[in-house]
């Protein structure tokens, strides 16, 4: 595992629990409008923090915290994420796992082992592969994505907690195409408006959607501001 980042405690990274949050670093996407470069490029990586640190951590405060979440970067592409997640569940902790639904194998491995609680799964666009490859940095295949369309599926028949989720951007989504999101993926699914900042490609002509317009996505979706 190569983590780059631990946040002790939150109250909001998995609903309903008081977690720890790992953050993985690497990602096999290239989404511009991403607001984690460090985590993503290479060239701005930092020293990783050891796993066993964490796990003492851990260990040592599991009575202040019931879960664990684990995100990125994209945690799918570290192949030792079984045994890391093994460790934290002989804890008694629940695990939340974000994932961007590019490495399926290792998803059913997860829950076949009953490994994750819970799992959330970005959905960058449409089920266009036209459509989705603008939206992680045009280096989607059409292998990667059908592994994509096999870990919707998956995660639906799962029978885990779950949630689909959308960070919608002006430039990149249009209205139509956030309802035809919410037809297919309710109820579990939400959309969180882009936020202009320190994003992985700072030319793009990305931009957040006006109050007028969230206003009226907000009639059929659930939003996060
Ligand atoms: S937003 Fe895209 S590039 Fe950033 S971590 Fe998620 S999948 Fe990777």
Wanted: charged share 20%; aromatic share 10%; hydrophobic share 35%.
């Amino acid at each position: 595992m190569h983590i780059a980042g631990f946040q002790k405690q939150s109250l909001i990274d998995y609903p309903g629990n008081i977690s720890s949050v790992i953050f993985t670093q690497g990602c096999n996407f290239r989404c511009g409008y991403c607001h984690n470069p460090t985590l993503v490029l290479p060239e701005y990586f930092e020293a990783n923090i050891n796993p066993n640190e964490i796990l003492t951590y851990i260990k040592k405060y599991q009575n202040l915290l019931n879960a664990v979440v684990i995100t990125g970067g994209e945690p799918t592409i570290h192949r030792d994420l079984p045994e890391f997640i093994t460790k934290l569940k002989e804890l008694g902790l629940k695990v939340k796992l974000d994932t961007n639904g590019t490495h399926p194998h290792v998803l059913r491995k997860l829950i076949d082992a009953k490994l994750i609680d819970f799992v959330a799964m970005d959905i960058k666009h449409i089920l266009s592969l036209k459509q989705y490859n603008k939206s992680v940095g045009n280096i989607l295949t059409k292998e990667i994505f059908q592994k994509v369309i096999y870990s919707i599926a998956m995660i639906k028949q799962s029978g885990l907690e779950h949630e689909f989720r959308t960070t919608i951007v002006k430039g990149l989504h249009t209205i139509d195409e956030i309802r035809s999101l919410k037809l297919q993926f309710s109820p579990n699914y939400k959309i969180q408006n882009y936020k202009p900042g320190k994003t992985l490609n700072p030319q793009s002509l990305f931009a957040s959607f006006p109050d007028e317009e969230l206003k009226l996505m907000d009639q059929i979706c659930s939003i996060t501001y």
